[in-house]
C-alpha cells in the first residue's frame, strides 16, 4: 500500500468514529435525568417518627415507674 492510501484509509476511519461520537454526544444530551427524591422530604418523614417513637418510649417509662412505686 502506499503512503496515500493508507491516509485515506485512516481519515475515513477517523472520520466514522468522529461521526460514532457526535451521534453518541447527541444521544447523551437527549437523555432526560431523573428527578431525585427531595431529601427534606425523607428526613422530615423520619423525624416525626422519630418523636412519635420518642413519645411512645416516654408513655412507657411513665408506665413502668408507676408500677415500681
Not at 460514532?20 to 447523551?28: N, Q, S, Y
Not at 425523607?42 to 418523636?51: D, F, H, Q
Amino acid at each position: 500500500m502506499t503512503v496515500e492510501e493508507l491516509q485515506i484509509i485512516v481519515r475515513t476511519k477517523t472520520e466514522s468514529a468522529e461521526k460514532k461520537i457526535a451521534g453518541l454526544k447527541k444521544r447523551f444530551e437527549s437523555i432526560q435525568q431523573t428527578k431525585v427524591p427531595d431529601v427534606q422530604v425523607s428526613t422530615g418523614k423520619a423525624e416525626t417518627a422519630l418523636k412519635r417513637l420518642q413519645a411512645e418510649v416516654d408513655r412507657t417509662q411513665a408506665k413502668m415507674a408507676k408500677i415500681n412505686e
